[in-house]
């Protein structure tokens, strides 16, 4: 398996600017989560999604931000517009139902950097 | 509500044991978990505690006393390549999701 693959790994892009961050899970996995990692406020929750639906999103900072999972194999996260506080390793994870036990797969992360 | 205790750095030399303490305060308590971030790098899973006792894996072993509320985890014979941060993180039960806190930041010295 290729584990949870996110791309792209890096990203810089201009304040204002659209930013699109995308996620495929194991697949099998019917839990996806989005989380931000800075030096500030360590790693955050955004939102997380079973089988393709959002269940948590109490996580994401304001309207700015939406995550979509339009079918098992593929997930998004939007930022519209960004903002330099945005900057952040972006990190996509995924487990099975019983992933408690096991533990979640995360993905290589995306850093962002919003000038 | 939850609340979380590690230290905040841990300093040890290669081939030594070191034991990171965690203390939580969780509602709906079900089990803990460890994971592992090298700089850079994603969190991996290390291991899950459900019940009391300790469970070993290789040179890490975990420990769980759900009745004190605390856990460790217990790393053996030392290697530079443990440097890293490593989180507790208690789970509650009826939530897949994980919660972490700030993480324990480990630093081996030759």
Request: glycine fraction near 10%; aromatic fraction near 12%; hydrophobic fraction near 35%.
């Amino acid at each position: 398996d290729a584990g949870v693959i996110q791309s792209p790994r890096h990203e810089v892009t201009e304040m204002g600017q659209e930013v699109t961050l995308r996620c495929k899970p194991i697949s099998g996995h019917d839990y996806l989560f989005w989380y931000r990692q800075t030096m500030m406020r360590g790693l955050e929750l955004l939102i997380y999604f079973n089988n393709n639906v959002p269940i948590d999103d109490s996580g994401m900072p304001e309207d700015r931000f939406s995550a979509k999972m339009p079918n098992a194999s593929f997930s998004t996260l939007k930022i519209q517009p960004s903002e330099p506080r945005d900057s952040a390793v972006y990190f996509c994870a995924s487990s099975p139902s019983a992933g408690r036990i096991y533990g979640y797969t995360f993905g290589s992360g995306t850093r962002l950097t919003v000038v | 509500g939850q609340s979380l205790e590690q230290p905040s750095e841990v300093t040890a030399v290669e081939g030594a044991i070191v034991q990171i303490n965690c203390t939580y305060q969780t509602s709906g308590f079900y089990g803990l978990s460890w994971y592992q971030q090298h700089d850079g790098g994603a969190p991996t899973f290390l291991s899950y505690n459900a019940l009391d006792g300790l469970e070993e894996t290789g040179r890490f072993s975990s420990f769980l006393s759900r009745s004190d509320s605390y856990g460790y985890l217990l790393l053996q014979e030392l290697q530079m390549k443990d440097s890293a941060s490593y989180f507790c993180v208690p789970l509650s039960g009826g939530y897949n999701k994980l919660i972490f806190g700030a993480g324990t930041r480990l630093a081996v010295h030759p």
